[in-house]
């Protein structure tokens, strides 16, 4: 886990001091974005997916995820125009409050935290719910809160044309048959390069003095990602009490996830508050990493 969040971090400062250095281009952010949404997303869901097996009783932690996303429209929605933000900003909030990184935060702390055990639930959590909810009601509502268009059409071929939910669907067609080794093993370093790239990508967008005057957005965006969020779940499920306890507890602990990186680049790729969508990757993945042990021993 120690090797991952040195990751984590230090992609994210080589993309700070990118910025600070001038040798990189000013669209370099651009390119990054669009290498991440066309290649290394793509390449990882057809990976990840194709091997996937569902066990049946998870779908209920399957479904958090969407849960959240929900709860974050609705919230942000609500709240944030009465703090003075601007619809971009609100559709920022949505976009990286409401999508948990579950996959290159949650998964190492998972592991670290319950064990290897806990991975089984981690995974179909991260696959089957925020991956899917980011490729399908995410992408619709970016495209409609960055052109405002509501015609169907437009938001299908929008839908269509996303390459992850693209790569969604093959690895579901074609999951009763093997990959070739060479195809495994090309998809997998593809796939090994969204991390590094996507916090290289926030990194190189973060800008520390823009924290000044974000408090509120921050505020509310994160203390929905990293408190609200797992809370209301928690709850939820104690409620609906299906879950034996690891369930219950990896289920949780993944809702209390940082925002996720791929989220933030989506948001930035339409336009919708670029600081502000890196302030809340930027600030939320240092903090998750001292809320979700707390969650965790709050539920001991």
């Not at 040798?23 to 290394?40: G, M």
């Amino acid at each position: 886990m120690i090797s991952v969040l040195g990751l984590l971090f230090t992609s994210l400062l080589l993309g700070m001091a990118a910025r600070r250095s001038g040798r990189f281009h000013e669209h370099t952010a651009h390119v990054l974005n669009a290498y991440v949404l066309n290649v290394a997303l793509p390449a990882l869901v057809l990976r990840s997916v194709h091997g996937l097996t569902l066990v049946p009783e998870l779908l209920l932690s399957a479904a958090v995820p969407w849960v959240i996303f929900g709860a974050a429209w609705l919230l942000f929605r609500a709240v944030g125009p009465r703090l003075g933000l601007a619809p971009g900003s609100v559709a920022a909030l949505v976009l990286t409050g409401g999508l948990g990184n579950t996959s290159f935060v949650g998964l190492p702390l998972i592991e670290g935290l319950l064990g290897p055990e806990g991975l089984r639930v981690a995974v179909v959590v991260d696959q089957l719910g925020s991956f899917l909810a980011l490729a399908t009601v995410a992408t619709i509502y970016a495209a409609r809160a960055a052109e405002k268009e509501t015609h169907p059409a437009a938001l299908w071929k929008k839908l269509v044309g996303f390459m992850p939910l693209v790569a969604l669907v093959l690895a579901l067609l074609t999951h009763p048959w093997a990959y070739p080794t060479w195809v495994d093993g090309v998809l997998a370093r593809l796939g090994a390069t969204l991390t590094p790239l996507t916090l290289f990508s926030v990194g190189y967008q973060l800008r520390l003095s823009g924290l000044r005057g974000r408090g509120k957005a921050l505020c509310l965006g994160l203390g929905y990602k990293l408190v609200l969020a797992p809370a209301g779940i928690a709850l939820l499920l104690l409620a609906l009490p299906r879950l034996d306890r690891l369930s219950f507890e990896v289920t949780v602990l993944q809702a209390g996830m940082a925002p996720m990186v791929t989220g933030a680049i989506l948001a930035v790729d339409h336009g919708l508050d670029p600081e502000l969508s890196a302030l809340m990757v930027g600030v939320g993945i240092p903090l998750s990493l001292l809320t979700v042990p707390t969650a965790l021993w709050l539920m001991g």
